[in-house]
């Protein structure tokens, strides 16, 4: 079998193998993740570097092998996913190309579950994730962006602001502004610091306000209706409410 074919197999296949190597990507991620917030409060250290250089490598073979079985490379390449995976590549290599531009690392964090393969295979297998699904991705969107901004809060301030000292005051005014508490014992200083607090407050409010929406809508079921496509139907649901056909949800039995 052709390298790509192989590729493809894993990928995007529905084999036991293909399952398990999907599954190992987001262990992989996942851990890179920990690392990475791991990382930040070590000092420099040849063996620090050494693994981000490991990572980097890895990251760079599975970006190469998704370009590789792609049918639209080029289109590929400009996905947010795929920038942002460029982004980590060259951030997790920076013993190799300079350490200024080693906080883009944590651009890695937006590849997490958003690869449909896994996400179906999630659905399938876990019953807990069926049940939860949108609260959980509600979360994930809600911490990477978290997670993003506390690391571009500290990498822009710690040199010019006395205030942020280390990625425990990065965090901490990241929620204050996004929960915009405002205590005021901590502010961003320059137009990048102030552009920064604008889309923490932005955006950052509005994935919370999505997950407490989340939190707070009736817990419903997603099945598509076969007639009128109606996706979210309450766990019970005989008749679909939006046309009245007759359903068939699946049902893990009395809980």
Sequence with gaps: ????????????????????????????????????????????????????????????????????ISSSPWRDLLRPTTLADVAAIVSFLAPIVGEGIGFLRILRTVRLLRTYQLLVRLRADSVLFRRNEELIIASVNLGVFIFIMTGFVYQTQHWSNDKINNYVDALYFTMAALTTTGFGDITLTGTVGHLISVVIMIFGVTLFLRLVQVLLRPNKVRYPCPVCGLQRHDRDAIHCKACGTILNIPDEGAV
């Excluded at 894993?10 to 996942?30: I, K, M, Q």
């Excluded at 690392?35 to 420099?44: A, E, G």
């Design 1 to 68: 079998m052709h390298l790509r074919d192989k590729l493809r197999a894993l990928y995007e296949g529905d084999s036991p193998e293909a399952h398990r190597f999907r599954y190992a990507l987001l262990v992989f991620d996942v851990t890179t993740i920990v690392f990475i917030i791991v990382s930040s409060f070590l000092p420099q250290s040849s063996l620090v570097e050494v693994i981000d250089v490991v990572v980097g490598l890895v990251v760079l073979a599975d970006f190469s092998a998704r370009l590789a």
